[in-house]
């Protein structure tokens, strides 16, 4: 008998009909191989295919086997091989659980019920916090790199990372320097991540918001010493 394990992140799915004996499966993630004999007369040769999915946390070169044993009524023993699976799977994310129902019967012959189904929470609250700065007296030409820095003010006046985000803004063709306007940087902010202490579910409460700014020119006529033609 040949009873074959396979590690918890993988469970057995079916077991095709063995070449010789009989295969059954015994658990989520085993599988018992019988043999009545093989081998006896000449040299014979015997295998099971069965499938397995992949259920668990384990990713990259895994191997499938937990363990495989083999018992005979001679005391024989015989070695197997480690087979491996390379496992690439998408990381999923659940952030939204299925609501819990609320029962209510309707009886025969009635046309209507009422039901209070008590309250109800808000799920997947949040805001967008929609952002426009000014740069100051832009020369022509020139493209500028621009950062946007966003944290969240508790009542302590402790601040808590909120997003960066980094733009390419393109050079103007004016004829002189001007003012160039950067309009609508937008930043998610999941209510989840709200340090006013208001109560899940709610937005009612005031959220304060630090923005801070980097900016600087992309394009200069400023060579470091280049051997050879620099490039941009």
Known sequence: MIRDTVKPCFTVLGVSRPTVGTAEITGDTSVVWKIDALGVNESEGAYLDFTVRHTGACTGEAEVNESISYT???????????????????????????????????????????????????????????????????????????????????ARGTEYRRGMKTLLIPAHAGPGCRDVSVRCIKFVLPESLAVNGEAEGSMCGTRDLRARFIANYIDSGFDCCCDTDCTQ
């Open 72 to 154: 005979d009524a001679e005391g024989n023993s015989v070695s197997f091989p480690s087979p491996t699976v390379t496992v690439d799977c998408d990381v999923v994310e659940r952030p939204e659980a299925c609501p819990e129902p609320v029962t209510l019967t309707v009886g025969g012959c009635t046309d209507t019920v009422k039901l209070d189904a008590g309250t109800i929470t808000l799920e997947s609250l949040g805001r967008i916090a929609q952002i426009d700065v000014t740069l100051q007296s832009v020369c022509p030409g020139k493209r500028v790199a621009l950062a946007v820095i966003l944290t969240e003010v508790d």
